[in-house]
């Protein structure tokens, strides 16, 4: 993957710009800087590597050459993403879904930012925002994905298993290939974003969806409860000793009850 090869497959796309890099710190870092110069609308940033890559909650993110995709997109809100920020966390998930749907996968997303498959992480969102005033101004959407088997990160280095696209479809990915079939994927599901059919769409992928699920939060004792949905901000919603709870974005760990 380099940038020639980049601009070639991705000259059909209504792209603001494109930025490659070998090897990078953070694409997310690097779009929020270029996004304060005035990149345009759908311009992305591309990396081979990246060597402190993050996840929420300042996690890591494992990002070796030549395996992963790593990539962040700069959004200027629209009128929908501006009503409903933690919707656009669903958009990249969903488009993810659709594109790796095309190998024969059935994707799963584990709330908030989190995709599986066959219960095993295979790619990670992380959504980072600036701020004018009470609205936002720009939203940088970043992702990881495990495409080949040698991008999955060491068992002792995970909190949650972990898998790639190689590994559950049994064929080689090509990585630019991919990365072309996720962003019209994203580019046509942002329209819908403020639709009812996009929260439903996003709703039926949902991981442990009527299951009982463990919520634990910093310094508090976990908490039990079955993941009903989500509420149309794109919160989940739980049902914990026949009552109904809200949780939002950010909040939460979410595993499966053992």
Known sequence: MNARE???ALRDLPLGGLRFFESIGSTNDEALAWASQKASDLSVVIA????????R????????????????LILRPTADEIKYPARVTGLGALALADAISTLGLHAQIKWPNDVLLSGKKVAGILVESV?????????????GINVLASSVPPTDQVL???TSVETESG?????????HDVLPSLIAWRPKL????????WESLLAFRGKEIQLTKENEQP??????GLEPDGSLQLKVNNNFLTVQIGEIHLRPSV
């Open 223 to 228: 908490l039990s409860g079955e993941l009903i």
């Open 6 to 8: 980049l601009q070639a």
């Open 48 to 55: 081979d590597e990246q060597t402190s890559g993050r996840g």
């Open 57 to 72: 909650l300042g996690r890591k993110w494992f990002t070796p050459p030549q395996t992963a995709l790593a990539f962040s």
């Open 194 to 201: 403020g639709t009812d059919e996009f929260i439903k769409t």
């Open 160 to 162: 949650f298993p972990a």
């Open 131 to 143: 701020w004018m005033g009470d609205a936002p101004d720009t939203f940088v959407l970043g992702m």
């Open 171 to 179: 064929q080689r990915i090509d990585r630019v290939a991919l990365l």
